[in-house]
Each structure stands twice: as structure tokens, then as C-alpha cells.
């Protein structure tokens, strides 16, 4: 499935450190005439030019110099080696590939970044990124703002040093983006979440290692989007699906997670606080917030030591809304089939404390597997503050997963109404019985003009 | 020669008139005829337009034609009649504006070149329409000693904002160390700079001239169109001396023919507070127009920051929109610990005043091309959000 380039050794040696044109007129954008063997060829069967780069002395020229420069169609093949930026570089032209030699070996650093805020800034259709590192952006490493068709591919985000609120809050950022495919790639030390799809249409994370963040995979106010083969651990939170206030767009919806491993996330969480996921305490596996339409199965959780799983509304972070249209309640949600191994046994955080008390005040072990915070949109619960059966929470062959619902319920926009029914009323149950349903498979996604 | 538009202009522009023809002998209308596109080329080296532009021999008016491609030296399209003392060429008009985008304490030359016989459609709450082959020049520089305007200055980047047949594009030139010329940069410098600030006291830093790219992060337009900004009503209407005393932009500009469509008494137009003039408007008034020209070019509902939700358009009325209890989105580090971009009366509280205050990378607001921090305009802002009525509820 995923596309290789074949890099003989023999084209690494022979280059200078410049910029090179292998064979094509850049200008023209035409293809490169040598590109018909593409087996023997570092840059492969492609429409345009083949631009290719080689650490150098002035780097920051050299490297943002190709990205302007590039016509659409055109690939920009970084060699092996480092290359190091003070400034944040950014790409502005459709259709171009920026492609290294290996995520370790072609490594874009930007250690003492002073200027940009991001380390890659991308407001251009049809990107695709592969084989590269980014490492130690003073902001996010690499941002798309409103592409369509992008691929991140066999790319690693890292902040190299400590676990700190300096390091940049996301690492593969496509916000505003439709048709998105993020697959095989890490992400380290995102000081708030690893893999952050905003406010975007259809979208596949898939295969991707993200560990050492604040949030290992966030799908935000997103429409179509299929999360699987991932491997999410040692973060402060797994994966969250997030659908918060104030946006331009105001909701999301769609979503399935599965087949991942969501393994002890039990990471302090070293987001500057203020921001939605610094609320997000140590020992997070999975949490639907404000979410609709959200089918998790096939997962393995394990160990993580607050709250393994959880559906929540907004309200329960405390924080004011000021958003006229937005939802801030979840619903029609579906956990089948997923794994679940330990955790909840040492809640960590606010929520924890929270959870802590209720575990204590039911003689539980530990906080169980499943946790829904029971706080319904006002307008569609029934007497007993229940979801109808097709937009319930439901729960559904998850290998004797055990279950808490929290009884929280607030429908105020005010953190201060809502705060005190979180810490002193809360109204707690561990039957599962409403939420003992299923519902309609979710489709799978389908990209339009990135193949799969 | 047919078609020449008016030659009136502004005091400065007036007075140049009179030095180019002294010094030159002859910048009348005949060297128009010079232009490659002009007609009445006087070799026949149609096919090389781009080379004739960009060496343009005969005469001395500007030399830009919007079909040809960036020339690699400023000097080569005869903007201005002295560049290095940032003097205009005939038919290229300084202005000002009301209130400007901070720059780490640049000072700022603008001017507009218009194609001859052209001009700008006025408009009372938009970007004025300017015909294909203007251009837009801005020089940055710093003065030697900001007490003192008039003490030289150290000339580091000539921005050009040229209207294309497809529209805007930016181009960048840098000055060189002897300061007699600048040159195309696409992918951005550092400079050296120093100056004596205000307080006395001598300021260094290391100028990050922008991409060109990076033009589009600030002039850009719903559908990805890049777009002047200061060339609206508001920001322009103000006087302008250039030497012989002041006068209204809007109305000489209409004077000179660069304008059509403005009312014909300026106070008719909007007109935008100087942030920075406490005689020109109220604390919000003036807190309103900061914001407008220094953030609302990425924070608007279709600006690169439209994924944040705050919207910090002069025209924006909702206090959430406008940050009031608004909580921070993919913010990060950008919230300093704090969970509204505004609390009324707060400003230590409000992310709003954090983002302003920090030098960082990831946090300081605007985000591109600002090293330092505008003491005055925080105050201003701090000021602004102390008077606000009101608070946010402290955050779980």
C-alpha cells in the first residue's frame, strides 16, 4: 500500500552540496526526461520536475528558496543529511512532494528556531510529505491551512529534549484540510497533540506511532475521519475525538477508531495550561468530547491508569462557552469489540480526583473500563435523562468491560454553574444496562483524489 | 503625447516635479514613450521586454511593466528619483496611513505608482480597486535615533506589491550595505540593525526580511487572493504633508487623478483613530484600530487565523468573537496558562495581552516578523481590557 522510492547509494555520493535539477527544465514544469525508469530512479514516475536538495551552508536559502521556486507537479528531494533553519519555512505552490531518504536520515532541524511559528507552513493543495524528520520546532513542525489532498508519509515530528510546555504544541497539524492521509509516520514531544486533524473533511490516520506527547492523536471538529493501526502510548491522552466551541467549524461528526493500541498513557501532562488538552489528566486512554457519531472497536486499551475510555460534554472541563451554535454534548457513540487490560487504578488530575471520589463512594476497585459522564443535550434525553436508543451511547461486546456513568448533569454555558455539580453533585451509577445497544456500522472513508 | 493623465500631486510630489526637471532636463510626458508598453518604442526590441524594462535606458520614468518578469535590481524600475534618500519619481505618490502594522520599530516610506492615465475606485469599507500595473512600494528602515527623523537612516528592505493581470503578487529587494541599490531576495535575510530608541538608549537586533511567501500571510483575501490593505478609505484618510504643508490623502489624491468615487469633503469617508493619538479617539476607538491593522489582516472569518475563531475585524460587534471569555483553540503554549483570550478587567488573565508581551516563537502575536515588543500599543491594550465591564468564570 504505501508508495516506495528506491535510493541508490550511488546517487548520494555523487552530489555537491547545492541545489541540483536532475534532468527536467524547472522551469516549464515539464517532466524529467530521465524518469522513465523509475526503479533506478530517486525521484520516481512524476509529473513535474525533480528538485533536489543537499545540506548545505545557508540551508534556510537554499531549502525555502526550492519551495518557492517549485512549480506544481515538481518533486523536492532532500538527500540525507541535516539541515538546520533559524526560520520557519513554508510552501505555497499546488501539487508539490517534498520526499526525503528516510525519517532518520533526512532530518530538517530547526533547534534554535527564532522566527515563525511553525517549522513547515503549507497553504497549498495536493502536498505530500515523506521520509522525513522535523525536529525541535519552536512551534507546531509542520502546518497545512486549508489543502486539499494532502499526505504525510513515513514522516517523523520530534521535539528532541525534555518533556516541556516550550516545545511546539503540535506535530502534524492539517487544520481546515479535506482529504487527508496521515500513515506510518511518529510523532514525539508535542506539547499538546501529536497528530492534530482540525476542523477538516475526510481523513485516514493510520499506522502512525505517537508516544511522549500531551495528546497522541486529536480529531477536532472533523467531519469523516477512520483512525486505525495506530499505536498510541505513553502520552498524557491516547486518542481524543473533539468537538469544541468558538470555530469556524462548529462541529464534527463521523469518526471511527479502530484496531489501535491505546497503551499506558500515563504521561505528565506538560501542556501550558489554558489550552483544552492541558485539562486532559495523566492516565488518558480514549475520550470522545462533544463528539457525534463516533464508532470505537477493535482497539486494545490497556493501562492507562485515570480512565481508559470516556464520553464526556464539554461542561465537564469547566470552561465557559460562548458559542451560540455549538453542541457541547455527546451522543450516538458505539464501543464494540474493543480489548480492555487494567488502568483506572490510579486516577491522576482534577477529573481523577473526581473520579477517585466516585470510585470510593461506590467501593469500586478502580475506575472502570468505560466511562460516560451522562450529560446529555437537554433536548433530546427522555425522563430519566437518557439518550433514545439511536443517538445513545452504546455499548456492545467489549470482553467484559465494566462501566461507570458518572450521573453529571449541567446544560449551563458557565463554568461556574457547572463546577460545583462536578465536584459535590454528581449523581454516579455502574449499570450499563441503558447503554446496552448498537448501532449502524459507520462507512468506511473514502478520499477523493488520494488513493488509499 | 495623448493620454497623459494629470500631473498634479501632492506638495512632495509637486516639488520633485520641479527637481527631476531641473536636474534631468527632461521628465515631461515624451519619455513615457520609453516604456515598452507605452507604444512608440524607439528600438524595436518588442521580445525582450522583461530585458528592457529591467535596463531601461532612454529617460527617466518609471520602468514597470506588470507582463515582465521581477527584475533582479529595485533601482531598474526608476521608482523613486533618488532611492537611496527614498525620494519619488514622478507619478509615484508617498503616503500615509492612520495607523500602521508595527514592524520592530521600522520606519515605513510608502508610495503608489499607478499605470499613466489610471486610477483607483474609492470604496468606503474596502480595499480601493487599483488597476492591473500598480504597484505598492514600502521601505523599511530605521532611523539612526528615532528622536531625531531627520538624522539618517539605515535603508533594509523595499517591499513591491504589484498588480499583475492575475493579480497581486509581492516582491522583496534588500538593500545592500552601501545602501546604493537593493535586490530581488524570494527566500527572505537577516540584517543587522541598530538604532538609539526613544528611551536613549542604543537597540540592536537581527531584521528577519520575509519570504515571499510570507507576503501572502498578511495580504491575503477569501479565495486565497493576496490583496493590498492600507489602501482603504479609512487608513488614508488623514493629511499628509510632503513638504508644502498638509493636505487630505483622499483628496489629493482625487486631485492628482489617482482616485475616482470619494465623497468630495473627506469627513464624509471613514476615517480610522491613530492608535497611538489619544486626540484622535477613545481608548476603544483607538484599541479597535490597532488591533484592526495589526491583526485582523490573519483575524477575520476568512483570514489564515479563521481557525482560531477570533475575529478581530474593525467591524466585528460580538464580544466573544472578539475574544471576551473566548476559550483559546490549538493556541499551545500561545495561552501562557491563561483560559480566555480576554477577562474583562484582567489583563493579566487575558491570553490577549500574553501574546503581545512575548517574544517567543510559538507564542508572540502578530506572529510573523514581529522580534520586539511595542511597549506602547500593550499599554494601550492593557488599558483597553481594564476598563472592560464584566468577568469570565475562573476555569476548572
Redesign the interface.
Known amino acids: 500500500m504505501r508508495r516506495s522510492f528506491a535510493f541508490p547509494l550511488a546517487f548520494a555520493l555523487v552530489l555537491s552540496p547545492s541545489v541540483l535539477a536532475c534532468g527536467g527544465d524547472d522551469d516549464d514544469g515539464n517532466t524529467d526526461d530521465g524518469n522513465t525508469d523509475d526503479g533506478g530512479n530517486p525521484c520516481g514516475e512524476i509529473d513535474g520536475a525533480c528538485i533536489e536538495l543537499s545540506p548545505s551552508d545557508d540551508d ?3 531549502v ?2 526550492a ?3 517549485a512549480q506544481p507537479g515538481d518533486v523536492i528531494l532532500m538527500h540525507a543529511g541535516t539541515y538546520v533553519f533559524d ?2 519555512l ?3 505552490v499546488d501539487g508539490v512532494s517534498l520526499v526525503g531518504e528516510g525519517d532518520d536520515q533526512t532530518i530538517l532541524s530547526f533547534l534554535g ?5 511553525e517549522g513547515l ?1 503549507v ?1 497549498a493543495d495536493d502536498f505530500t510529505m515523506e521520509d522525513i524528520g522535523v525536529e525541535d520546532t ?3 513542525a509542520v502546518k497545512v ?2 489543502g486539499a489532498r494532502i499526505v504525510f508519509r513515513g514522516v517523523r515530528t520530534e521535539w528532541t529534549g525534555d518533556q516541556t ?6 506535530g502534524l ?1 492539517p ?2 484540510c479535506s482529504d487527508v492521509l496521515i500513515e506510518d509516520s511518529i510523532v514525539r514531544g508535542a ?2 497533540a501529536g497528530i ?1 486533524v ?2 477538516s473533511e475526510r481523513a485516514v490516520v493510520r499506522g502512525n506511532t505517537v508516544e511522549g506527547n500531551v495528546a497522541g492523536i486529536e480529531i477536532e471538529n472533523t467531519f469523516d475521519a477512520d483512525v486505525y493501526d495506530n499505536t498510541a502510548t505513553n502520552n498524557t491522552g491516547g486518542i481524543l475525538v473533539f468537538n ?5 467549524v462548529p462541529d464534527g461528526g463521523r469518526t471511527r477508531v479502530y484496531n489501535n493500541m491505546i497503551i499506558e498513557n500515563n504521561g505528565e501532562n506538560f ?6 488538552v ?2 486532559v489528566p495523566p492516565g488518558t486512554g480514549f475520550v470522545a468530547l462533544a463528539a457525534h457519531d463516533v464508532e470505537i472497536f477493535d482497539n486494545t486499551i490497556s493501562g492507562n491508569v485515570t480512565s481508559q475510555a470516556s464520553v464526556i460534554s464539554f461542561q465537564l ?7 451560540d451554535i455549538y453542541v457541547p454534548y455527546s451522543d450516538t457513540i458505539w464501543f464494540h469489540d474493543n480489548t480492555f487490560d487494567g488502568g483506572g487504578d490510579d486516577p491522576q488530575g ?1 477529573l481523577g480526583a473526581v473520579l477517585a471520589g466516585v470510585v470510593d463512594l461506590l467501593s469500586l476497585d478502580a475506575v472502570p473500563d468505560i466511562v460516560v459522564d451522562g450529560n446529555f443535550d437537554p433536548a433530546l434525553v427522555d425522563v430519566d435523562g437518557f439518550l433514545p436508543p439511536e443517538l445513545n451511547i452504546c455499548l456492545s461486546n467489549n470482553d467484559g468491560a465494566d462501566f461507570l456513568d458518572l450521573g453529571f448533569v449541567c446544560d449551563s454555558d ?3 454553574d ?2 460545583p455539580i ?1 465536584t459535590g453533585g454528581l449523581a454516579p451509577a455502574t449499570d450499563d444496562k441503558p447503554y446496552l445497544c448498537e448501532h449502524d456500522p459507520l462507512p468506511e472513508v473514502v478520499l477523493d483524489g488520494v488513493p488509499l | 503625447m495623448s493620454g497623459a493623465r494629470p500631473r498634479r500631486g501632492p506638495p512632495l510630489h509637486r516639488s520633485l516635479i520641479i527637481l527631476c526637471g531641473a536636474l534631468a532636463g527632461a521628465c515631461g510626458d515624451d519619455l513615457i514613450a520609453a516604456a515598452p508598453d507605452a507604444g512608440g518604442t524607439p528600438d524595436a526590441a518588442v521580445d525582450a521586454a522583461s530585458a528592457d524594462v529591467c535596463n531601461p535606458s532612454a529617460g527617466t520614468d518609471v520602468s514597470f511593466d506588470p507582463a515582465a518578469e521581477p527584475c533582479q535590481l529595485l533601482s531598474s524600475y526608476r521608482f523613486f528619483a533618488d532611492g537611496p534618500g527614498q525620494l519619488p519619481n514622478q507619478g509615484v505618490v508617498p503616503y500615509d496611513l492612520n495607523s500602521a502594522l508595527f514592524s520592530d520599530y521600522a520606519t515605513k516610506h510608502r508610495f503608489i505608482w499607478l499605470p499613466p492615465g489610471e486610477a483607483m475606485t474609492y470604496s468606503e469599507s474596502d480595499v480601493f480597486d487599483m488597476p492591473v500595473g500598480s504597484v505598492i512600494v514600502k521601505t523599511f528602515s530605521y532611523l539612526h535615533d528615532l528622536r531625531d527623523p531627520q538624522g539618517g537612516e539605515q535603508l533594509v528592505e523595499t517591499r513591491l506589491l504589484v498588480h499583475l493581470a492575475d493579480g497581486w503578487k509581492g516582491r522583496i529587494y534588500v538593500w545592500n550595505q552601501e545602501q546604493t541599490d537593493a535586490e530581488l531576495r ?3 535575510a537577516r540584517v543587522p540593525v541598530e538604532w538609539v530608541h526613544t528611551d536613549g538608549e542604543t537597540r540592536q537586533l ?1 531584521y ?1 526580511v520575509p ?4 507576503c ?2 498578511c495580504h491575503i483575501a477569501a479565495g ?1 487572493v493576496v490583496r493590498p490593505i492600507g489602501i482603504q478609505a479609512r487608513h488614508l484618510n488623514r493629511d499628509f504633508d510632503g513638504g508644502g504643508g498638509p493636505e487630505n490623502q483622499l483628496t489629493a489624491l482625487t486631485e492628482m487623478g489617482y482616485l475616482t468615487g470619494a465623497p468630495a469633503d473627506p469627513a464624509d469617508a471613514p476615517r480610522a483613530p491613530v492608535w497611538d493619538d489619544p486626540d484622535s479617539g477613545t481608548v476603544d476607538a483607538r484599541s479597535r484600530a490597532w488591533l484592526d491593522i495589526n491583526c485582523s489582516h490573519c483575524h477575520n ?1 476568512v483570514g ?1 487565523a ?2 482560531s ?1 477570533l475575529d478581530l475585524s474593525i467591524g466585528q460587534t460580538d ?2 468573537k472578539l475574544g ?17 483570550d480576554i477577562v474583562p478587567g484582567q489583563p493579566d488573565d487575558s ?1 490577549l495581552t500574553f501574546r503581545i508581551e512575548s517574544v ?3 507564542v508572540r502575536m502578530p ?3 514581529r ?1 520586539l515588543v511595542q511597549d506602547e500599543s500593550v499599554a494601550l491594550m492593557r488599558d483597553w481590557i481594564t476598563a472592560m465591564k464584566g468577568g ?5
Do not use: F, H, M, W
Not at chain 1, 501542556?271 to 483544552?276: C, E, F, H, I, R
Not at chain 1, 472541563?317 to 458559542?323: C, N, P, Q
Open positions: 534556510q536559502t537554499a525555502q528558496t519551495l518557492i521556486d526560520t520557519g513554508s510552501l505555497d528556531q527564532t522566527d515563525g511559528a507552513l497553504t519552536a512551534g507546531d491551512e486549508g510546555d516550550a516545545n511546539g504544541a503540535y497539524y487544520v481546515q506539547s499538546d492534530y482540525g476542523q469544541l466551541p468558538g470555530l469556524d501542556a501550558t495550561p489554558g489550552s483544552t492541558s485539562q472541563t469547566a470552561t465557559d462557552i460562548t458559542d482534577l458557565l463554568a461556574s457547572c463546577l462536578i | 524570494v527566500a527572505g537581527n528577519l519570504n515571499s511567501n510570507q501572502k500571510e486565497d472569518p489564515p479563521r481557525t475563531g464580544p466573544g471576551v471569555c473566548k476559550t483559546p483553540i490549538a493556541a499551545g503554549p500561545g495561552t501562557g496558562g491563561r483560559s480566555y491570553i517567543e516563537p510559538e506572529e510573523l516578523l522580534q469570565c468564570s475562573p476555569s476548572g
